[in-house]
């Protein structure tokens, strides 16, 4: 009776972790790789950019940022959503002008990875990113 206990829950603990496991690998990743970051001539500006990579059908929800952004898409099909617009759809080598505080959304819509690179100008010693 005890044996048997022990190896319910031995089976109950492992399809928990199957389960944990196959949810993880489910969900798209984003990685996002800073590769400069620089005070500007303004007080309290810096500008930062970062390499954004989209495994297909991956997205980034809505967030805000406290500067602008220009978004130059570096391979693969990218669709940006901003509140009450729209989609944009982009691909390799076109690029978008984001508005400070503009909230957005930015999803892999193709089959392969999509990157972007990213240049914020931004307030320096805020986070870059505010998730709306």
């Not at 978008?96 to 990213?118: C, D, M, Q, T, W």
């Amino acid at each position: 009776m005890k044996a048997t206990r022990i190896i319910a829950a031995a089976l109950l603990i492992a399809g928990n972790a199957l389960a944990l496991q196959m949810a993880q690998a489910q969900q798209p990743a984003i990685g996002r790789t800073e590769v400069v970051r620089h005070d500007l001539g303004a007080p309290g500006r810096e500008a930062v950019q970062v390499r954004v990579d989209f495994a297909p059908g991956a997205a980034f929800g809505m967030h805000t940022h406290p500067g602008e952004e220009i978004a130059y898409v570096l391979e693969g099909t990218l669709e940006y959503e901003f509140e009450g617009k729209p989609p944009i759809t982009l691909k390799a080598g076109e690029s978008l002008f984001i508005p400070s505080g503009a909230a957005h959304a930015a999803r892999n819509v193709g089959s392969v990875k999509a990157s972007e690179l990213a240049t914020y100008l931004v307030d320096k010693g805020k986070p870059i990113v505010a998730i709306k």
